[in-house]
């Protein structure tokens, strides 16, 4: 394996961009991102299809030989209607450290409560290393803690949301992603990182609430 491919450090920023709905809940446009400049820690989790987590009945019989069988349930898709597929892949997240803990930041995450967000994380400290793009809520609970004289580090989890884009005469589409998510994104003590567009592809992927990976 080539040294080049070794990563040493993650990146230091971030930005949430609140998404707007219509009445019938179908998302209709994008609100002002909020960035930041200072994260201490950023993961990106993308379960593989089998961690969906399929479910088996067991019956013990009285010889000690086990019979198990796979439960059959349905899932249904609340953006689509359809049953989800089984095995279908796990729950895309995202999980930031916020360093930049004043009370504005307890303000900002209190406001998203509820909202579809389009979270966008760089994957490394370089524009190189890509970003990760997730339709999500932020789920979990917003934790304060006193830390002595430590610098305070806030974790929210962002979890990803399938949703519907409205159609129409004024469709939601990428194009309104990228009006809204910053060019460019500052980190404190490394190099401004370049952020990549969204295409029309990636629109679908987005609306499943999954992970769009981009470099």
Known sequence: MPASRVRFQGGSAAAIVPLTTNSNGELNGAGSAITFDAVASITVDMPFSESGGKEFNQVQLASGVTIEEEKVSTVID??????????????????????????????????LDGKYLCVVVPLGAVSSDG????????TGSLQVQGQGNQARVIEV??????????????????????????????????ATLNVPA???????????GKVVLKS
């Open 78 to 111: 609340k953006a689509t209607g359809q049953p989800k597929a089984a095995g279908a892949e796990g729950v895309h997240k995202i999980t930031i450290g916020f360093a930049e803990t004043d009370f504005q930041f307890l303000q900002d995450m209190r406001s």
């Open 131 to 138: 970003f990760a793009f997730l339709i999500a809520r932020p």
């Open 157 to 190: 989890e962002f979890t990803g949301a399938s949703a519907t884009a409205a159609g129409g005469a004024s469709p939601f589409t990428e194009a309104d992603l990228n009006a809204a998510i910053p060019d460019t994104l500052s980190q404190v003590g490394a």
């Open 198 to 208: 969204l295409v029309a592809a990636d629109m679908a992927t987005l609306l499943s």
